[in-house]
C-alpha cells in the first residue's frame, strides 16, 4: 500500500508535523506488524517504500531537494511516534535523517548535495553513518579504518562494525583516518557509495531486539572515492562526527520516549483490567506508585529530549546535553520496560504482550552511539574542568539547593585533587549522574504541571544520592581495584 508525503512547500513547521502525525499513524496501524518484524528480523520492502512514499527520510533534508526541511525537534516528534509502535523502523528512519543525512546538510559541497540530497530525501537512497570498528568503539580515536590520498582520489581500506542500515543503504557516511592529510592523527569524514568497487556488505547480525534493524559489517578494500566526496574540511573529521552525534542521540533519545510510552501505555491498560483480591491491580497503591514513577520519567524524557532540540534551534553547541539526553533517556525507557514487564506478571515475560519486545529493544540503546558509562565520564570530567557553574538563577528552589551543591563539590574535588580528577572514573561517573539529575530536573520542572513538579523533584532527590556516594567514590573505585588485581 502506498502513502501519500505532506506538502510542506509553503506550510509552516509544526503546521506540516500536525498534518504529517496523523498520516503516521495511519502508517503505522494498517502497515506495521512489530510482532512479525521481529520474528523474522527484517523491516519488509513494502514497508520501507511506504515509509519513502510519506516522505520520512525527507523529514531534516531541506526543500530544495525535495525534503520536509524540518528541525532536529520536529524529526523528533516522529521518530517518537514511529518507536510507539516499532522501534527498528524508528532507528531506520531516525539514523537516516540524523546522522546518515546530517552531515551532507550541513557540510556537504553543492555539488554532493545536488548529487544526492533528493535521492536520500525521496528514499530511494538510504543513508548509513559508520564510526565503529572492532577495535574503537566509543574511543574513536583508535580508528583504523584510512583513507590515503591518490591520483584517482581517496582510497579506503579498512573494517566498519555494526554499521545501522547498512544492509540496505546506498550511500555511506565514513568516519576515516587521514594521515596524509593534516597530520597522522587527523581524521576526516567521507561520503561513500555502495556501488563502489572495493565496498563489500557483510551477513546482518542476529541480535537481542531492534531485529527488523539492519545491522552488518563494512569492508573496505581499496575502495576510490573523489576527494569532493569530502564531508566538512580534511582532516577535522572528528569534529564534524561530534556534531553529527549530537543530532543522532537527540534522535535515539526520541526513540527512548516512544518505546517509554509505549510501554507506560500498555501497563496502564493492563492495570485496569488485571483483577486479583476481587479489585483492579491498578486500584493498589503499590501499583499506583509504579505507574506514577513510569509516568513521570516518560514526562521528564521528553521535557529533556525537547529542552536539547531547543538548544540546537538556538545554535548552541549539543554535544554535552545530546549525552545526558542519551544517557537519561535510555537508561530511564529501559527501567520503565522493565517496570512494565513486572506489572504485567508472568503475562508480561511472553511476548504476545509485547512488552517483553520492548525491553528488549530498548537495552541497545544504554551501548551504541557512546556506551553510557564512557558517556558517564565524559559528562563528568566536562563539569570538573568547567568553570561555568550549573546552578541557574531560575531554577526552582529545590533544583536551585541540589545544583549549588554540586557546584560545591565540584568545587572541593578541584581544589583537593586538581587535574588527577579527570582519572578517577567513578567519581566522574557520580558528578556525572548528578548533573544529570539536575538538567533533566530543570527541563521537567519548566515543562511545567503537577506531573512535570512530580518528575523533577524525583530526580533532585536521586541527584542529591548520587552526591552522597560522591564522598565514597574514590574509596569505593580503589576496593574494586584491589579486588581485581587480587583475582
Not at 506495521?32 to 516522505?55: F, K, N, T, Y
Not at 517518537?80 to 546530517?102: F, K, N, Q
Not at 565503529?132 to 579498512?158: K, Y
Amino acid at each position: 500500500m502506498s502513502s501519500t508525503s505532506v506538502n510542506v512547500s509553503a506550510a509552516p513547521e509544526a503546521d506540516v508535523v500536525e498534518l504529517l502525525l496523523p498520516q503516521v499513524r495511519k502508517f503505522l496501524a494498517r502497515e506495521v506488524r512489530a510482532e512479525a518484524i521481529d520474528r523474522e528480523g527484517l523491516i519488509p520492502a513494502a514497508v520501507r517504500e511506504s515509509a519513502a512514499g510519506l516522505g520520512l527520510f525527507g523529514l531534516t533534508i531541506p526543500t530544495e531537494y525535495g525534503g520536509a526541511g524540518l528541525p532536529l525537534g520536529s524529526a523528533c516528534r516522529v521518530v517518537t511516534e514511529l518507536a510507539r509502535v516499532d522501534r527498528s523502523i524508528a532507528i531506520m528512519i531516525g539514523l537516516h535523517v540524523g546522522l546518515g543525512t546530517r552531515g551532507l546538510v550541513a557540510y556537504g559541497s553543492p555539488e554532493l548535495r545536488s548529487t544526492w540530497l533528493p535521492r536520500l530525501a525521496s528514499g530511494e537512497c538510504v543513508a548509513s553513518f559508520s564510526v565503529t570498528e572492532a577495535n574503537a568503539g566509543s574511543d574513536l580515536t583508535a580508528i583504523r579504518t584510512t583513507a590515503e590520498p591518490t591520483r584517482e582520489g581517496l582510497r579506503i581500506v579498512g573494517e566498519k562494525s555494526y554499521v545501522t542500515n547498512g544492509g540496505f543503504a546506498g550511500l555511506f557516511t565514513v568516519l576515516v583516518r587521514t594521515p596524509g592529510i593534516g597530520g597522522e592523527r587527523a581524521t576526516s569524514v567521507v561520503c561513500i557509495p555502495r556501488d563502489t568497487p572495493g565496498v563489500e556488505i557483510g551477513l546482518e547480525e542476529d541480535k537481542l531486539g531492534v531485529r527488523g534493524s539492519s545491522t552488518v559489517t563494512l569492508t573496505f578494500d581499496g575502495a576510490v572515492v573523489p576527494w569532493t566526496n569530502l564531508i566538512g574540511e580534511a582532516g577535522r573529521g572528528m569534529d564534524v562526527a561530534h556534531e553529527l552525534l549530537g543530532w543522532g542521540r537527540t534522535l535515539m533519545s526520541a526513540g527512548c520516549v516512544g518505546t517509554a510510552r509505549a510501554a507506560l501505555d500498555a501497563t496502564v491498560a493492563y492495570v485496569g483490567m488485571r483483577r486479583q483480591f476481587g479489585r483492579a491491580i491498578g486500584e493498589f497503591g503499590a501499583t499506583r506508585v509504579h505507574v506514577a514513577w513510569m509516568a513521570a520519567r516518560v514526562h521528564a524524557m521528553e521535557a529533556i529530549m525537547k529542552s536539547v532540540a531547543d538548544e540546537q534551534a538556538r545554535g548552541r553547541n549539543i554535544e554535552t546535553s545530546s549525552a545526558i539526553a542519551k544517557v537519561f533517556t535510555s537508561e530511564s525507557a529501559f527501567a520503565v520496560c522493565d517496570r512494565a514487564v513486572q506489572l504485567h506478571g508472568a503475562l508480561g515475560f511472553l511476548e504476545p504482550t509485547g512488552v517483553a519486545r520492548m525491553l528488549r529493544d530498548s537495552r541497545i540503546t544504554r551501548i551504541f552511539e557512546g556506551a553510557n558509562d564512557v558517556l558517564l565520564v565524559r559528562i563528568g570530567a566536562a563539569r570538573v574542568t568547567s568553570s561555568a557553574p550549573i546552578v541557574q538563577f531560575d531554577d526552582s528552589p529545590s533544583v536551585r539547593a541540589l545544583a549549588r551543591r554540586l557546584d560545591d563539590a565540584v568545587a572541593e574535588i578541584r581544589s583537593r585533587l586538581g587535574i588527577r580528577a579527570v582519572r578517577r572514573q567513578l567519581l566522574l561517573q557520580r558528578i556525572a549522574s548528578a548533573e544529570i539529575s539536575v538538567t533533566v530536573a530543570r527541563a521537567a520542572a519548566l515543562s511545567g504541571g503537577p506531573l512535570g513538579h512530580y518528575a523533577s523533584e524525583q530526580l533532585v532527590e536521586e541527584g542529591h544520592h548520587a552526591l552522597d556516594r560522591l564522598v565514597r567514590a574514590e574509596r569505593d573505585e580503589d576496593e574494586a581495584t584491589a579486588l581485581f588485581e587480587s583475582r
